[in-house]
């Protein structure tokens, strides 16, 4: 079969090289973007005189037609034309003829691919964003419902202080805000065209950057044709921002996956984000959280691809960039996906406060309490730290907690303990009297509460 570029050519490739190294498979995920791009491009050699009126209008006419049959799903493509550009270039001049060769006038497939990834991501940017919201919108409500749930409260997974399940909800609230504020940062680098960069230098057509720039949404245009087709930042700064996210997302999920173990027996999960066991008839396993903790690696892992591919490039289109796109697809489908996972996971879960708050009485985490205690009446905060310490050696002594502790044994450890000692003890309490902004104290939470959620608002 004859190829596009087949003029220089004496002998066609045999059919495996073309199929290794055609993007086709992948890259028709681009074809809305692809076309989009095309008819910004053909308007713009309209408007510049580079196209009569007519040829131009009858490509339109053809994108037009290839647009409606995209979203039918009524294209067919081939791997002998390579990757979606050549494809579409291909079908163009089958609905239309020899005419449709003139859309590729003062363009080449790499401004043009890099183009259509500018305008991909920043659409799926978009759904990326509406995704971390909806997801601090479940976190707000479960944060709503839980102000004064109290549970442990964890450094090296070991019981610390008493906590409120809000404040716990929150914190991940705030990291969800930073992805956020990274992924639209981040739309500043990715909305900008490299389309009319040509092949690495420019063109000799008097093209209007801007005007295809503007028709297409973007903010501005890349300075230098060279950076324009070679650069892959946007695409590595999504990644990362992704990966980052993921994270988030991971460690969430590996706090769900311990609250629902019979140990901890803090939440259930609701049936829809968990799974049976074929074999043991009791098991009813957090396969969700499992999966997107699980998932976090891929996203890493498209990172690193991209950071490798990138690294020895000499300036300025390579044909390793092909290897951009596949990473970035599945990072998309994979952060969006886990996202909307997240959302309904979060907003059905149901919290055991009863466990929660059981769990707070038959623990030491209200050891900090006493120690608090006695520093706020005069004793230095280290002694009081020694003096509780040995409180707390005794009780396990005796398997007991705290809160039994005979009041002679206090009085006998420090004078300055009184009864009231006990009601400092209660965990509750614990948690109320935290009055430092950024605490757990019920009254901080409240406010941290409406903080988040007037940013949600204003968002909307
Ligand atoms: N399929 C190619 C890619 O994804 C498009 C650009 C090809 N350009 C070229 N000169 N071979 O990178």
Redesign the pocket.
Known sequence: MKKLWGGRFQKSPEQWVDEFGA?IDF?QKLVQEDIQGSLAHVKMLAKCGILEEKDADKIIEGLQILQQKAEKNELSFSAAY??I?LNLEKLLIDEIGPIGGKLHTGR???D??ATDMHLYLRNHVEVILSGIEELQDALLQKAEENVETVLPGYTHLQRAQPISLAHHLLAYFWMLQRDKERMKESLKRINVSPLGSG?LAGTTFPIDRHYSAELLGFEGIYENSLDGVSDRDFILEFLSHSSILMMHLSRFCEELILWCSEEFKFIELDDTYATGSSMMPQKKNPDMAELIRGKTGRTYGNLFSLLTIMKGLPLA?N?D??E??EGMFDTVETVEGSLKIFSGMTATLKVNKAKMGQSVKEDFSNATELADYLAKKGMPFREAHEVVGKLVYQCIEKSIYLSSLDFEEYQKASPLFEKDLYEALDPYQAVSRRISDGGTGFGKVKEALQKASALIQTAK
């Open positions: 993007s890259d390579e990757d550009h080449s497939r790499n043009q691919v092949a289109y044909k960039l092909q951009d796109k």
